[in-house]
């Protein structure tokens, strides 16, 4: 049997210890991720066949069509071996990683991640099952505890948070649970390593966190907090290193250089370049070459930074549970210098490559042929009250493509517009509108939402047919209990009557219906609303995709275009979200924030060669 202590080994502070440490932190990181890769990417191969099996991709819009079918317990076998997988290689094989490092044993990834892989099976009891799911969900949202890749993005989603933000008693509710959240993991910070490294059941394990918080929660804070300082200041170092001065120096050399300069790289081959083409193909190879490999060396930080906060929590469990302190056991040597070597040529091969190729197509990677359509979001946004008739107009000003409007069926087969099931939070009625009359409803006195204090009567759809014609794209959201198959037929036929077939579209977060409209009336141009999907939602039977901002990934985003369909996202709210989406290749957003919109779009408009590139490849090493 082998055995991986390295006997007879001086004695080193931890800093010296971290220090040697470094090298193999990086290549296990390096290692653990490429064997990661495969059998992840193989599970989600699996993930989407299964959920495409249907005829469609798997979305939130028809989701309870799949909850009936088989492929819904398929799909979650399927969904939590992948996370068992993630959690076994980027949680548990660390902590193993990190014990042997501080034991003086030799690391070995394929070894740990053994060890991870066999440790999953004490987390199959209540207690472990809530260790997981805190580890899957919880943590991306209070950010205390370990997370894993393939969640640690996860948010509620915006149109979610907006009607939490909105209602004081959902806000607060929300900051509550939160908190308890961030309590949870405080409290148990060191559940996993009692599973993991002292055999200990996750209750048993919980209780002995629970206990090492009691008597040393205050020094450990406290560490903790000087810690994640002392991480924070590093990684502003990095990214000011190399990422920060560098563009500071590309900044000045190009002001001399002109801007938008357009070069044709077809054309190329066939002319002589000028002394101008030569200059700025050359100018955007070092921004790329700057981005990529500064984006590199930035990453490498961040990672270590990552890993050592985990060793660093993994010594306080040594020290609060056996004692141990200052002194740990000296690193054995380890060779493999020469792989390395080759690793960093060929890595700086590739990205010299890449460099030259995005300098050389720059033109044709980014310039932009049809500019992004903006949709004003329940009629005007925040610029008028929302589903007022004063939005449209406000959206047309503004030159908006379009809005986007709810509607509804009242009890006499009328169709007005309203976006909650109930008139309770505009007009102080909890009463859904097929419960009342048209009559009943014109009566209703709806509150202006910009808050001037005016009351507005409740608008119906033919009013806004009359205002769009001709003027603007009008987005009609079938909402509520009353969209049925019903409500397309009528809608269908109202648009007609107003001759209005070329400036409406119908969207729906149902399916179904979106289905039954694009089938019947495929005269009419059809989008589906949806927050989570899985496969190739180009399928999906509609003309245009309208994904909640988690859901637009640049992979949906290609399907979409492959297919020759339309990619929208909903609703971009946030300065952040506007820069992200009106950069990329997205067709349209649908936003509250029309005159935000304006602003970031003058802003990227104006851009540099640089920013322009920087924008395009800040994620590329995340």
């Known amino acids: 049997m082998e055995n991986n202590t390295v006997t007879e080994s001086k004695s080193i502070p931890f800093k010296k210890?971290?220090?040697?440490?470094?090298?193999?932190?990086?290549?296990?990181?390096?290692?653990?991720?490429?064997?990661?890769?495969?059998?992840?990417?193989?599970?989600?191969?699996?993930?989407?066949?299964?959920?495409?099996?249907?005829?469609?991709?798997?979305?939130?819009?028809?989701?309870?069509?799949?909850?009936?079918?088989?492929?819904?317990?398929?799909?979650?076998?399927?969904?939590?071996?992948?996370?068992?997988?993630?959690?076994?290689?980027?949680?548990?094989?660390?902590?193993?990683?990190?014990?042997?490092?501080?034991?003086?044993?030799?690391?070995?990834?394929?070894?740990?991640?053994?060890?991870?892989?066999?440790?999953?099976?004490?987390?199959?009891?209540?207690?472990?099952?809530?260790?997981?799911?805190?580890?899957?969900?919880?943590?991306?949202?209070?950010?205390?505890?370990?997370?894993?890749?393939?969640?640690?993005?996860?948010?509620?989603?915006?149109?979610?948070?907006?009607?939490?933000?909105?209602?004081?008693?959902?806000?607060?509710?929300?900051?509550?649970?939160?908190?308890?959240?961030?309590?949870?993991?405080?409290?148990?910070?060191?559940?996993?390593?009692?599973?993991?490294?002292?055999?200990?059941?996750?209750?048993?394990?919980g209780k002995a966190s629970k206990e090492i918080i009691k008597k040393n929660g205050k020094q450990f804070g406290f560490s903790l907090l000087k810690l994640i300082l002392l991480v924070f200041l590093i990684q502003v170092a990095s990214t000011l290193i190399f990422r920060t001065?560098?563009?500071?120096?590309?900044?000045?050399?190009?002001?001399?250089?002109?801007?938008?300069?357009?070069?044709?790289?077809?054309?190329?081959?066939?002319?002589?370049?000028?002394?101008?083409?030569?200059?700025?193909?050359?100018?955007?190879?070092?921004?790329?070459l700057a981005v990529l490999m500064g984006g590199y060396l930035n990453s490498?930080?961040?990672?270590?930074?990552?890993?050592?906060?985990?060793?660093?929590?993994?010594?306080?469990?040594?020290?609060?549970?056996?004692?141990?302190?200052?002194?740990?056991?000296?690193?054995?040597?380890?060779?493999?210098?020469?792989?390395?070597?080759?690793?960093?040529?060929?890595?700086?091969?590739?990205?010299?490559?890449?460099?030259?190729?995005?300098?050389?197509?720059?033109?044709?990677?980014?310039?932009?042929?049809?500019?992004?359509?903006?949709?004003?979001?329940?009629?005007?946004?925040?610029m008028a009250s929302e589903n007022s008739i004063e939005g449209l107009y406000m959206a047309i000003e503004h030159q908006c493509y379009g809005s986007e409007t709810d509607v509804q069926r009242t009890k006499d087969g009328y169709y007005i517009i309203n976006h909650d099931n109930t008139f309770e939070r505009l007009a102080g009625v909890n009463k859904h509108p097929e419960e009342m009359t048209l009559d009943e409803i014109r009566e209703l006195k709806i509150k202006d939402t910009t808050g001037s204090g005016e009351e507005l009567p409740v608008v119906t759809l033919e009013e806004m047919l009359?205002?769009?014609?001709?003027?603007?794209?009008?987005?009609?959201?079938?909402?509520?209990?009353?969209?049925?198959?019903?409500?397309?037929?009528?809608?269908?036929?109202?648009?007609?009557?107003?001759?209005c077939m070329e400036d409406c579209v119908l969207i729906s977060l149902n399916y179904d219906i979106i289905d039954y409209a694009e089938t019947t009336y495929p005269e009419f141009e059809t989008g589906t609303l949806f927050f989570i999907s899985l496969g190739d939602v180009s399928r999906l039977n509609c003309d245009l995709l309208i994904m909640e901002e988690s859901a637009a990934t640049d992979t949906s985003i290609d399907q979409i275009h492959s297919a020759g369909k339309l990619a929208y996202v909903w609703t971009v709210n946030t300065e952040a979200g506007m820069h992200r989406f009106l950069a990329s290749e997205i067709d349209g957003i649908i936003t509250d924030e029309i005159p935000m919109s304006e602003q970031v779009q003058e802003e990227l408009d104006s851009r540099t060669d640089l920013q322009v590139i920087t924008d395009w490849m800040s994620d590329i090493w995340d």
């Not at 081959?269 to 790329?288: H, K, M, N, P």
């Not at 490559?353 to 329940?378: M, Q, W």
Request: net charge neutral.
């Open 17 to 205: 210890l971290v220090w040697k440490a470094l090298p193999e932190m990086w290549a296990f990181q390096f290692l653990a991720a490429i064997i990661m890769v495969i059998p992840a990417w193989i599970l989600m191969v699996l993930l989407n066949i299964v959920a495409e099996s249907g005829g469609t991709a798997l979305t939130s819009a028809n989701l309870g069509e799949m909850l009936l079918s088989w492929r819904a317990p398929v799909l979650l076998i399927l969904g939590i071996i992948l996370v068992l997988w993630f959690v076994a290689v980027e949680v548990f094989a660390q902590i193993y990683m990190n014990d042997d490092i501080l034991q003086g044993n030799r690391t070995k990834v394929w070894r740990e991640i053994g060890k991870g892989i066999k440790s999953i099976k004490r987390f199959f009891t209540p207690v472990g099952i809530l260790v997981l799911l805190f580890i899957l969900i919880a943590v991306p949202l209070c950010g205390i505890g370990f997370s894993i890749s393939l969640t640690e993005t996860f948010y509620i989603p915006n149109f979610i948070m907006e009607a939490v933000r909105a209602t004081p008693i959902y806000a607060l509710l929300y900051i509550a649970v939160i908190l308890a959240l961030a309590w949870v993991g405080w409290r148990y910070i060191f559940i996993v390593h009692g599973v993991i490294l002292d055999g200990k059941t996750p209750s048993e394990a």
């Open 245 to 288: 001065l560098p563009e500071i120096i590309l900044e000045k050399a190009g002001e001399t250089l002109p801007k938008g300069y357009f070069i044709d790289v077809e054309q190329m081959a066939q002319s002589e370049l000028s002394g101008t083409d030569t200059s700025v193909i050359g100018y955007r190879i070092l921004c790329t």
């Open 300 to 382: 490498v930080v961040t990672l270590l930074c990552g890993a050592y906060l985990i060793l660093r929590i993994t010594r306080y469990y040594f020290a609060y549970t056996r004692g141990e302190g200052e002194l740990w056991p000296e690193r054995p040597k380890k060779r493999g210098y020469v792989f390395k070597v080759i690793f960093m040529v060929v890595l700086t091969l590739l990205i010299l490559a890449g460099s030259v190729l995005v300098g050389l197509c720059y033109n044709k990677i980014f310039d932009r042929t049809e500019p992004i359509r903006i949709i004003a979001h329940r009629a005007g946004g925040t």
């Open 466 to 499: 009359d205002v769009i014609r001709g003027k603007e794209k009008l987005y009609i959201e079938l909402k509520g209990a009353t969209a049925d198959n019903q409500m397309v037929d009528d809608v269908v036929r109202m648009v007609k009557e107003h001759d």
